[in-house]
């Protein structure tokens, strides 16, 4: 009985106190949302009091200026005194008048004036000395130049370049080079050419005599090259520098990733000896020289950089170049056609920082000769043992430099060839160089070259010591730069 009376108080107790806590629980609700409400009611207040006082200031401004546009509008306007003009008196006349006429001449002096040297171009001259050593005379390694010792004056190059007018620019390069038995120095005219700067679509028409895109180091100057001779295979093949006369269209394609596309037409690809290619009589459209090439680059990191090319040659008929080439064996080669490919890649590294004191360079360039020729096995013509067949022949340098301080660097060069007429006459050469930079318009360089021919070629191999000195004063468009 105790134990159901103590369970009924304690029910009653619960009750009460969960009525009393939901009370207070209301209680408390409603008095959060009278402080809410009250709160609403006094920023809504104090807000219309602002905009009342907001309105009352700007119709007193309104009332300030329209009281100053009235007194404005009825104030007299004072004129300011006039100046008391004193007349020039009659013997103050002569000189005024010589004053005004000398201001006169000066203004149009000064229009007639013109800059020193405003319309002349730009001027610059190269002169370059090898001096070298041979351990083999001139017949056993086929040079024109003698063995032993030797002094060559090999570039006397004088170049000018200007502005034609908004629309192209213009260079002229006039070469001189030693002749090894007179010792004179004939200048002939190197490259002279007219550039287009303003055609659109990203084109550039190049015309007249100048040099071809070809590869990489075929189109540049042999003292703009990164080692002393030019490789084997662009001498054998294209016969050294690609000189020609022509015209030659470029397009930079509109893309955000460098691609350069050029393609040229000619009456010759080549500077020396067998160019050019004689057309006979009459030259048929087929009787040009018709090259391209398309390169392109890459950023593999901020310093190191890839570049790549391919190039292509095609001459399709000639009545041949430089003659009937006479092999060794007494029978005759003619050119017929001429076809030559290459592919070239540079990979270069050129830190952010110290970046005119450390880089380093590797080049390569495979060149590949497909040409056509007449062969006659008696060397006499019209004997009916003639016959045409084609020559394939392979070519290739590779070369590596490195600079280690801002006048020093050394590299090696690796040349290998097959000749074009015969590709079972190979010659390989090998060539430690260092260049040392006195400053950007003046180097020496010194290298060693190891030169090994086949047999069938009936030469000697030969050892060789170069010296090179290059140097340039006034302006040089295409300069030394990092091959």
């Not at 189109?219 to 520098?241: C, K, Q, S, T």
């Not at 590709?423 to 290298?447: C, I, M």
């Amino acid at each position: 009985m105790k134990l159901k009376k103590i369970l009924g108080v304690s029910s009653a107790l619960c009750l009460s106190a969960s009525l009393n806590a939901g009370a207070q629980a209301q209680e408390t609700n409603q008095t959060v949302s009278e402080q809410l409400k009250q709160m609403q009611q006094q920023f809504e207040q104090r807000e219309h009091e602002l905009e009342i006082r907001f309105e009352r200031k700007i119709a007193a401004q309104d009332e300030v200026i329209h009281s100053l546009q009235q007194r404005l509008a009825v104030m007299p306007t004072n004129s300011p005194p006039a100046a008391t003009a004193v007349a020039p008196t009659r013997s103050d006349v002569p000189d005024l008048i010589k004053e005004l006429s000398d201001k006169v001449a000066g203004v149009v002096e000064a229009q007639k004036k013109v800059l020193p040297g405003e319309f002349n171009p730009a001027i610059g001259f190269v002169g370059e000395t090898v001096s070298s050593y041979h351990s083999q005379s001139r017949e056993k390694t086929g040079s024109e130049r003698p063995g032993g010792f030797d002094v060559w004056a090999r570039s006397l190059e004088l170049n000018a370049s200007a502005s034609v007018d908004p629309f192209a620019k213009a260079w002229i390069v006039v070469n001189a080079s030693a002749d090894s038995a007179t010792g004179e120095s004939a200048f002939g005219i190197e490259e002279a050419a007219l550039q287009t700067t303003s055609l659109p679509g990203n084109l550039t028409l190049t015309a007249g005599r100048f040099f071809g895109e070809f590869g990489r180091l075929a189109n540049i100057h042999d003292h703009e090259l990164p080692f002393v001779n030019r490789p084997l295979a662009l001498d054998n093949y294209i016969g050294g520098e690609s000189r020609s006369d022509g015209a030659q269209l470029n397009w930079l394609v509109p893309a955000e990733h460098y691609i350069s596309v050029t393609a040229g037409a000619g009456n010759q690809f080549g500077g020396d000896s067998p160019n050019p290619n004689s057309p006979g009589n009459k030259r048929e459209f087929g009787g040009l020289n018709f090259w391209g090439r398309a390169s392109t680059s890459f950023d593999l990191t901020p310093g190191w950089q890839l570049e790549a090319g391919a190039s292509g040659l095609w001459n399709p008929k000639t009545q041949d170049r430089g003659g009937a080439l006479v092999e060794p064996d007494g029978s005759t080669v003619t050119e017929k056609e001429r076809r030559l490919a290459g592919l070239d890649v540079k990979l270069t590294y050129v830190p952010l920082r110290d970046n005119q004191f450390k880089s380093f360079t590797w080049g390569t360039e495979i060149l590949f000769s497909d040409n056509n020729f007449l062969f006659d096995p008696n060397g006499i013509p019209a004997t009916g043992d003639e016959f045409r067949g084609n020559v394939n022949a392979l070519g290739l340098y590779s070369y590596a430099s490195y600079k280690w301080s801002r006048r020093f660097s050394a590299g090696f060069l690796f040349d290998y060839v097959q000749n074009a007429q015969n590709h079972s006459d190979e010659t390989q050469a090998y060539s430690p160089f260092v260049t040392f930079a006195l400053s950007h318009w003046n180097q020496l360089r010194l290298q060693y070259t190891h030169t090994e021919r086949s047999a069938i070629s009936g030469l000697k191999s030969d050892n060789a010591i170069f010296l090179q000195w290059a140097w340039i004063i006034g302006a040089h468009s295409h300069g030394w730069s990092q091959r």
